[in-house]
């Protein structure tokens, strides 16, 4: 017996001293990364935004948004901070984490229905706020989603093992490109798509519903915000009525392009049926310009 408590203990000695060691070269790795997605990690939530116009949301955010583009047209700076497959509950705490720092003066947020709308694994969303966890409103989020997450969040290992050998490459070479957060997808659709149509019903979750208002109230009397439904090659024909109807009771202003004529349709635009490409993004982006000009000056 007192042979199995000697190696156990030694065993949680060991551990603790690989997960502390794991703790300290993954912090580091965050820090020190001079490219790539990691390095836009730290200054996202370390006070390296600081331009005017910030995009956020999903990967349609990140495809879709040019920030060049915008600037041009605006005159005003921009930076996308868009991730991929992630929405309100990641994007509620990434602007949170720029506003310690810095308040944007416009704030356009892409909407995706799956990832800000509908219910599914949330705890998926947390991944990428697991390195700012000692933050207070990081926290509440965590414990929003799962009140277990807090004691998963004692281990380092848990915290970076995801992105481990990314934050580590991205020390030594990038193999993410981005002009301001924004990625282009530099080839068009060849093919002739089918539009499938799903059976599967989804069901709406209030806890994002409920963030997508928190991501108002941020927002209010410090930056305008402005919600966008862009392009897809088919006709965008989902359900937005919780999205709607906040927009309505906050007074803030909805661009719906899930049926615009423009783009619907037109493979030169696309990368894939959700995404679009160089050309669609440019010229997208250009119409998102003109409205946030006439927006402005209409608050003037």
Known sequence: ?????????????????????????????????????????????????TDEIVVLGSSRAVHHYHPTIIEENTGLSCYNVGVDGNGIILMYGRLSLIMKYHTPKL?????????????????????????????????????????????????????????????IADNFHSFSTNIKGYKPIHHTMEYVPKRNI??????????????????????????????????????????????????????ISLLDYGKDTTFIGKRRFFGDTVHMNNDGATDFSRIIANEINKLLNKNK
């Not at 007192?2 to 997960?19: E, G, M, Q, V, Y």
């Not at 800000?116 to 926290?139: A, E, Q, R, S």
């Open 198 to 251: 799903s059976n599967q019903k989804t069901e709406l979750d209030s806890l994002k519903i409920g963030y997508l208002e928190k991501l108002i109230l941020l927002c209010k009397d410090k930056s305008q915000l402005i919600f966008v439904i862009s392009p897809s090659y088919f006709e965008d024909n989902q359900d937005y009525s919780p999205l709607i109807n906040l927009c309505a009771k906050h007074n």
């Open 1 to 49: 017996m007192k042979r199995f408590i000697l190696k156990l203990s030694f065993f949680l000695i060991l551990l603790i001293i690989i997960d502390y060691t794991f703790g300290v070269l993954g912090k580091k790795a965050l820090e020190s990364a001079t490219s790539g997605d990691t390095k836009r990690e730290y200054i996202v939530a370390n006070g390296g935004i």
């Open 107 to 167: 704030v356009i947020y892409d909407i995706t229905k799956d990832f800000d709308l509908n219910k599914n694994d949330n705890t998926k969303y947390l991944g990428l706020l697991k390195y700012f966890y000692d933050d207070k409103t990081i926290k509440e989020i965590f414990s929003s989603v799962d009140k277990l997450e807090c004691y998963k969040m004692y281990s380092n290992m848990y915290k970076y093992n995801s992105k481990f050998l990314q934050l």
